[in-house]
């Protein structure tokens, strides 16, 4: 079944093979072999210690939570993949770029998606044609534009809905803001990562299968797709799911917190908790809301509102869909306008 | 011989995503039957736990239906590491499953204002302050939320011991986390107890405290303090029920 057929826009939305070079393989190959030594060694050296159990218990658990929602979103991808065309997804979305960035950026609310199950869904839709732009937005407006994340925030604060609704608002408008910028700034060619080397084995033949037969046969073709999607990004979860699950067992929050001097500074702080904390955006409310009397309120704003955009395991698996310029225009600026928001926020907030 | 042995081994790597899968699927399956999920995860994650392990088989079922993938060269040995590094969390997961959050965990998820947290979902109203059988069987979360109305009465509740050097004496911290999602996010719920003999308990010990409830004011928060007239060790619980539920 291996194909050397060329790409075809016409019934797909990739190309097939194994782009990638040997050296960047060897490379990709050695580094994962490295990842797995280096938990090895703390399986062997330290798995008596306190810290370690912290460590693993945190890091099997945000990959727990997160698996259904990464095989879901998988799921959903694949359906995209096999039974929606580009042409639907143009006639859907309005023609005018802020138009389609305000409605995207919205989405979730009808669509509510976690961080963790939008990836595959919106790598998906920008294979079928989605400008830059509006699958920007609807990557970080949609796991905080919902209504899940919604009523979690109000429940965390004291069934404080004017807060909860703030905090969809601001998300809403940040990604808005920056989905609209790297519409301007790039290109979807020099943004984002070809799918063809996501999907290792997938050749032209079953592409071209995909697009005919009936509904099992393509609903098959569907869940093949699924399949390999969640295997190519999962790893990825796994690499962010360490990382956090690190950083929680050495980061101290209340002695970070005592460093606090000003708003600037638990603003910065907050925001760097976000990241590298790496908490499902239905949950994250619960620990904001456990610095309130420590911190002022646009810091906890800050990290409930970056957090579902921009954390550890989001960056590993942008890498999945994303050119590396993107992901650094893209995390420089979400951080930058979430900063200059909520510094807004504390000047003029109580 | 050999080749029939080269054979198999061919053949498992044509099918090594079905293979990780139906490990994720053992996995979720035996967390599911056993409970142990909960050592990790909120109870109300199961539905998401068990509509995963079905899309699993799904994945499983058309793979190993589906057309055969080349697997020579390179391919085969990115496949290979692939499926090891999706692999992991397995690893880690029956080496966690013997492991407890304990007080190295509080040192780091402490902020020292969980009580303000607590206090704010005390608001939704739905709290009791005293059983419905007449029970003064509380857990740290029953007591953290309903400290005010607790006040002055007695209370029986249970959990885990923390002694820093900078505690007062005749003082102990008794502490248990709660999570809303899983324990990533899980809340340290900590109240103290005053008790002569707090120094025959060490750090992780698990166990049950006879007492009064009074509030104090610590570093501006009000926090319940436990005028313990009996303190007894414990057996720890299994893992899955070392956490409270939010």
């Known amino acids: 079944m291996k194909s050397t057929a060329p790409a075809d826009d016409a019934c797909c939305a990739h190309t097939h093979g194994l782009p990638s070079t040997a050296p960047t393989m060897r490379l990709t190959v050695l580094l994962q072999f490295a990842f797995i030594a280096i938990l090895a060694i703390l399986i062997v050296f330290y798995r008596h210690t306190p810290a370690f159990a912290t460590f693993s218990i945190t890091f099997v658990a945000i990959f727990l939570e997160a698996l259904p929602f990464m095989l879901l979103g998988a799921a959903i991808g694949g359906l995209i993949e096999v039974f929606v065309s580009k042409a639907v997804i143009l006639r859907i979305l309005p ?45 970080l407006g949609g796991p905080i534009v919902n209504p899940l994340v919604f009523f979690s925030t109000a429940v965390a604060y004291g069934n404080d809905f004017r807060l909860a609704g703030a905090r969809l608002l601001i998300g809403y408008l940040i990604a808005v803001m920056v989905g609209f910028f790297i519409d301007w700034l790039l290109t979807r060619q020099s943004a984002l990562v070809s799918i063809a080397s996501v999907l290792p084995g997938d050749t032209h033949a079953n ?5 005919s037969g009936g509904l099992w046969t393509k609903t098959a073709w569907a869940m093949r797709h699924a399949a390999a999607d969640f295997v190519d990004i999962s790893r990825f979860l796994v690499f962010g799911a360490v990382a956090a699950g690190l950083l929680q067992t050495l980061v101290v929050r209340g002695e970070l917190a005592e460093l606090i001097g000003s708003p600037v500074a638990s603003i910065l702080l907050m925001m760097s908790l976000a990241v590298l904390l790496s908490l499902c955006s239905e949950a994250d409310a619960f620990v904001a809301a456990s610095f309130r009397t420590m911190l002022p309120l646009a810091a906890q704003m800050a990290f409930m509102v970056l957090g579902p955009m921009l954390d550890l395991k989001l960056i590993a698996m942008y890498f999945r869909m994303f050119r590396k310029r993107l992901i650094l225009v893209l995390s420089t600026t979400t951080a930058v306008v979430v900063f200059l928001t909520m510094l807004l926020m504390q000047g003029v907030g109580p | 011989m050999m080749a029939e042995r080269i054979n198999v081994v061919g053949r498992l790597l044509r099918y090594l995503d079905a293979l990780v899968f139906v490990a994720f699927v053992g996995a979720l399956g035996w967390l599911l039957l056993t409970g142990n999920d909960t050592a990790f995860l909120h109870p109300r994650f199961r539905p998401f736990l068990t509509a995963g392990a079905l899309l699993l088989a799904v994945f499983i079922f058309v793979i190993v239906r589906g057309p055969t993938r080349d697997h020579a060269g390179w ?29 190295h965990a509080l040192t780091r998820k402490y902020t020292g204002t969980e009580q303000q947290t607590l206090a704010r979902l005390i608001e939704s109203g739905k709290n009791k302050p005293t059983k419905a059988d007449g029970s003064q069987t509380f857990t740290l979360l029953e007591i ?44 340290p ?58």
């Open chain 1, 95 to 139: 023609s005018g770029r802020l138009s389609a960035i305000l409605l995207a950026a919205g989405l979730g609310m009808v669509f509510p998606v976690c961080e963790c199950a939008i990836v595959p869904v919106v790598r998906r839709l920008f294979a079928k044609g989605l400008p830059l732009g509006a699958g920007i937005a609807f990557l």
């Open chain 1, 207 to 211: 592409c071209v299968a995909t697009g």
């Open chain 2, 75 to 103: 391919p085969l040995i990115v496949h290979s590491v692939q499926a090891l590094v999706l692999a992991t969390p397995l690893v880690f997961l029956v080496f966690a499953m013997d492991q407890n959050m304990g007080a």
């Open chain 2, 144 to 187: 953290a939320r309903q400290m005010k109305q607790l006040d002055g009465k007695r209370v029986v509740t249970e959990g885990l011991v923390y002694r820093p050097a900078i505690m007062p004496p005749n003082h102990l911290t008794l502490f248990r986390f709660a999570i809303f999602c899983c324990a990533a996010d899980a809340l």
């Open chain 2, 189 to 246: 719920v900590w109240m103290f107890v005053e008790h002569p003999d707090v120094t025959a308990f060490d750090d992780e010990n698990w166990i049950r405290v006879d007492g009064t409830l009074t509030i104090v004011n610590f570093n501006g928060t009000d926090v319940p303090v436990i005028r313990a007239d009996t303190i007894e060790k414990k057996a720890a619980p299994v893992t899955a029920e070392q956490y409270l539920f939010f």
